[in-house]
């Protein structure tokens, strides 16, 4: 079965940092385009990073230069490392498989993890 | 970057046909994928590429497409179709790497 499960949300302080990791099961992570999408609360999906299977590497403007994404091949995991965090980056973020590289189709999500970024 | 428009919410009574638009300039160049959340829940692919269903899905989900607008129809609507559902594409201007996500349209079922 095909599964993505994310790990690592939790309560952290304005301008200090968290990383998020997303196991994979059924699929080698390495192989596919993988991001991350997060949901502030009550509002809509904002997609977050990519990164493709050859290695490359894509931000939105909103965490560019503070967020990077990053995969461990041997652990079949993606990870989204988050410095200077601010409390827009409150949010549920998950990752997601695209589902044929490069189209934005994104299946499967894991069920999401929980950053809360507040003194 | 790019912006896609959907109208907040519609509502449809039961086992009638609904609608759900996606508006933008990225949708003349790529195809929109369409997504079901329903509370508390990970989103759900339903619809991609010209009018592709996961496994799973069924086919009273449909999309289609024309100019700068996407559409995806549920025919036939169900209880457990309330939920909200979001497109989604690549990002046509400027960084084509990036991708945006619509605005979201809440569906109710009546």
């Known amino acids: 079965e095909v599964q993505l499960v994310e790990s690592g949300g939790g309560l952290v302080q304005p301008g200090g940092s968290l990383r998020l990791s997303c196991a994979a099961s059924g699929f080698t992570v390495s192989s596919n385009y993988m991001s991350w999408v997060r949901q502030a609360p009550g509002k809509g999906l904002e997609w977050v990073s990519v990164?493709?299977?050859?290695?490359?590497?894509y931000y939105a403007d909103s965490v560019k230069g503070r967020f990077t994404i990053s995969r461990d091949n041997s652990k079949n995991t993606l990870y989204l490392q988050m410095n200077s965090l601010r409390a827009e980056d409150t949010a549920v973020y998950y990752c997601?498989?695209?589902?044929?590289?490069?189209?934005?189709?994104?299946?499967?999500w894991g069920q999401g993890t929980l950053v809360t970024v507040s003194s | 970057s790019s912006e896609l428009t959907q109208d907040p919410a519609v509502s449809v009574a039961l086992g009638q046909t609904v609608r759900i638009t996606c508006q933008g300039d990225?949708?003349?160049?790529?195809?929109a994928s369409w997504y079901q959340q329903k509370p508390g829940q990970a989103p759900v692919l339903v619809i991609y590429?010209?009018?592709n269903r996961p496994s799973g899905i069924p086919d009273r989900f449909s999309g289609s497409s024309s100019g700068n607008t996407a559409s995806l129809t549920i025919t036939g609507a169900q209880a457990e179709d309330e939920a909200d559902y979001y497109c989604n594409s690549r990002d046509s201007s400027g960084n084509h790497h990036l991708y945006v996500f619509g605005t979201g349209t809440k569906v109710t079922v009546l």
């Open positions: 590429g010209k009018n």
């Open positions: 997601a498989r695209d589902l044929a590289a490069g189209t934005g189709w994104f299946d499967p």
């Open positions: 990164i493709y299977s050859g290695g490359s590497t």
């Open positions: 990225s949708l003349r160049s790529y195809y």
